[in-house]
């Protein structure tokens, strides 16, 4: 099997790893933005999700010769390694349940909020977890600092939602004020793409990022209605996805490395890529159980749905497997990363928000028009995340 010994290796694996998983978050944002409902969507991720991890077990996982002491993934499928494969589908769990979470926080508080808040969770306490369960190879005097900088982060990135909040409120109120002045309507000279026109929508023309307007349009558009609801729920979703995010990589570290001397001895530990494959069935198994349970079941006052509606929705089914794979690719090249650098410092790849906080702005208009304090806020967040992967980058280790 193929196996990454380089610090540079490393590094390299952490960065396409964090633009990966940086960029599906916005892909399923999309799709909730154009009405399409999450539990469909999160259906068809979870598909390819697990064919990614199929992939890279069959391909890294099966390259080179099968020694004893380092078996290739089909060889390990067979051995008395049960502890080990429990711990990596516990990590598989949490994440399935985490993931799914913030798909219902994005619609209360955005993308990039969500991401910057749970991801700096998962680094504050996945981080010092990994530190100690690897043996402390990373150094300390550079990991924590970095650590530091994320729980600034997400200090910033609840002041960026508070900020944005109440200039969304501003601007709603402002519109509801004057909703009789044609002038409020303001209207882009390019029309609508037909597939942005989910549920009937009569509107011929795009509203402007940032205005009221947009703001209107967007909650008839999606599938998940937030106007009148507390963001409470938002954020409380949010820190619970988190801690379920903080507590995936440890596990997984523990598949990987026995630091608790489970397995009997003479077996080998797990490789990457067959803990990754267990880690990703249960990933695949829970997700299709709460989803389809979500179907018939709704939360958040979604309409009821049905596996007949699902398997004909092929609405926008191409980009929610982009979705999937690029999360599933994602994740693997982080353990990748880690098994090499150690799991610590593989945390840098939580530093997603960038790459979802541009996405936001990008594709959805995120903080346009926002007041200045918004602004000086969101630049602040941005900085933190660049000190915390530059930082934390530099404190990998070698794993003996």
Not at 111 to 123: F, G, K, M, W, Y
Not at 284 to 302: E, K, M, Q, R, S
Request: charge should be positive.
């Amino acid at each position: 099997m193929y196996l990454v010994e380089s610090k540079e290796g490393a590094i390299g694996c952490m960065l396409l790893s964090l633009f990966f998983l940086g960029t599906w978050p916005a892909v399923m944002t999309m799709l909730e933005r154009r009405g399409r409902l999450p539990q469909h969507t999160y259906l068809d991720y979870t598909l390819t999700n697990l064919l990614a991890a199929v992939i890279i077990a069959l391909t890294l996982g099966e390259i080179g010769n099968n020694k004893p002491h380092e078996p290739n993934f089909l060889s390990q499928l067979s051995q008395d390694n049960l502890p080990s494969v429990l711990f990596a589908m516990a990590g598989g769990v949490v994440l399935s349940v985490g993931n799914l979470s913030t798909q219902y926080a994005w619609a209360f508080v955005g993308l990039s909020v969500v991401e910057v808040i749970a991801s700096s969770i998962t680094v504050v306490i996945g981080t010092t977890l990994n530190y100690f369960l690897d043996d402390r190879i990373n150094k300390a005097k550079i990991l924590f600092p970095g650590v530091g900088c994320f729980f600034i982060a997400v200090c910033l990135g609840s002041a960026v939602h508070s900020s944005n909040t109440a200039d969304n409120k501003a601007k709603l109120n402002d519109f509801s004020s004057h909703h009789k002045d044609a002038a409020q309507y303001v209207f882009l000279s390019v029309p609508i793409d037909s597939r942005d026109l989910e549920n009937g929508s009569a509107s011929a023309y795009e509203a402007k990022a940032g205005t009221a307007v947009f703001l209107i349009e967007l909650e008839k558009r999606r599938s998940i209605k937030v106007f009148g609801k507390s963001t409470f729920i938002g954020l409380a979703i949010t820190f619970f996805a988190g801690v379920c995010f903080s507590l995936f990589s440890p596990a997984f570290n523990l598949a990987t490395n026995d630091q608790w001397h489970t397995l009997k001895k003479g077996v080998p530990h797990l490789s990457v890529y067959t803990a990754f494959f267990y880690f990703s069935v249960s990933c695949f198994v829970v997700a299709i159980i709460l989803n389809i349970t979500f179907l018939y079941h709704p939360i958040l006052n979604l309409p009821k749905s049905s596996l007949k509606a699902y398997l004909r929705d092929w609405d926008g089914r191409g980009w929610a497997f982009l979705a999937g794979l690029l999360c599933g690719f994602g994740n693997g090249l982080q353990f990748m990363g880690g098994q090499a650098a150690g799991y610590a410092a593989a945390n840098a790849v939580q530093a997603l928000p960038l790459v979802s906080t541009l996405w936001g702005i990008i594709l959805f208009g995120e903080y346009r028009k926002s007041s200045r304090r918004t602004y000086i806020l969101l630049g602040g967040m941005s900085l933190m995340f660049i000190a915390a992967v530059a930082v934390l980058m530099e404190s990998s280790g070698h794993r003996k």
